[in-house]
């Protein structure tokens, strides 16, 4: 069990580099399963949900070498296995992605319901809506998911999905490429790790076109033949440390990054006082004055984006004055406002609003992640905390940050990792003596 140990209080100065994007990784890695042949997969992020997903290919047969930290080589040429394992696929939310990728390409799936973070109900019923409309049956039993098909091949057909949902556009996404005739997936999500996963399968041989608007058209083709991507940088961790110099203070440059991406981000940034300059791909964001209120309700993209929720809310709570979070997008996501509680930050919940009166200060306390990006909140609230925080339960939040506290820590933060066997010998070493 890892804890951070955090002495908060200090501005961070310097320059940090984005990783690969997690929520494209997650659903590529899966995606690789209807390629016949090598597929190179670059910009990578070093985060457990990416090694979680390349276990569950390597059990279902695919091959695979890593090149270097943020490389791979798949080859699921030989893949015959269409059950995934039960505590592997468990474990992680884009589990769910097993199932558009293994029907598409074989007809069968069988797939653990997904796992991951636990901040409200993760329905499926559009997924499995889009997989029946494709021709599919599909049975939720004993923790497993099956889908299959009669004729082995899914076939094209018109899919209108009742809510804008990022997993059923991509899940629906992958089943299609290899459909018989078209697809045409109306109300689609637009996220850039849509239009993402659809260069990825495109540069894999796949006919996708419209990804990033609301309706997505896909051509069925025979097979998808090997090749080479790059992940986009992630949206969320560069805005994470955006949110981080917000609530600590100093001048960052945020290297690596997509700035139309980070659109969403930005403005509210500079309602509330934070200074960002824009190149051509990167970001310098200051802040030296107070901090100002403002409103937030998460929306889907280009929407402020419901996973910077959680660490905007923590920059809103030393702001001046009232602020307003609404979060439009999932039930039960602050859970983590008891633990900012608990170093003094002043918000009330009702339903799916904060109201957040900011206060001058926070002050280190010992806190508890309970998903990724509340976990990241955390963070940012102990680097801006007066005193000492201790951060349990840290294996959310490296689920999706590669190497985060060895990027702090070169930002001038004073944060470090313990394990609590470690912190255990201190102490009994302190006592001894």
Known sequence: MTKYIVQGGKPLFGEVEISGAKNAAVAIIPAALLVDGVCRIENLPQISDVTMSLKILEHLGAQIRTVNRHTVEIDCTHIHATRTPYELARKIRASYYLIGALLGRFGKAEVTMPGGCNFGVRPIDQHVKGFTTLG?????????????????????????????????????????????????????????????LANFLNSMGANVRGAGTDTIKIHGVDRLNGGSYAIIPDQIEAGTYMAAVAATGGQILIKNIIPKHMDCITAKLVEMGVE???????????????????????????????????QITTVLS???????????????????????????????????????????????????????????????????????????????????????????????ADIRSVDDLDQQSELGAAYIG
């Not at 403002?294 to 929306?299: C, E, L, Q, Y």
């Open 318 to 412: 030393l702001a001046e004055g009232t602020s307003l979070v609404t979060e439009s997008v999932w039930n039960n996501r602050y859970r983590y406002v008891d633990e900012l509680k608990r170093m003094g930050a002043s918000i009330q919940v009702d339903e799916k609003t904060a109201v957040v009166e900011g206060v001058d200060h926070l002050t280190g306390a010992p806190i508890q992640a309970c998903d990724l990006r509340a976990g990241a909140a955390l963070v940012i609230a102990a680097l801006a905390a007066h005193g000492e925080s201790e951060i349990s339960h840290v294996q959310y939040i490296e689920r999706g940050y590669e190497n985060i506290v060895e990027k702090l820590r070169a930002l001038g």
């Open 276 to 310: 960002v300059e824009e190149n051509e791909d990167t970001l310098l964001v200051r802040r030296t004055g107070p901090l100002q209120k403002t409103n937030v309700k998460t929306m889907p993209y280009p929407g402020f984006p419901t996973d910077m929720q959680p």
């Open 136 to 196: 599919a049956k599909v049975v939720v039993e004993s923790g497993f998911i099956y889908a299959s098909t009669e004729s082995g091949r899914l076939k094209g057909a018109h899919v209108y999905l009742d809510v804008v949902s990022v997993g059923a556009t991509m899940n629906i996404m992958m089943a299609a490429v290899m459909a018989q005739g078209n697809t045409i997936i109306e109300n689609a999500a637009k996220e850039p790790h849509i239009v993402d």
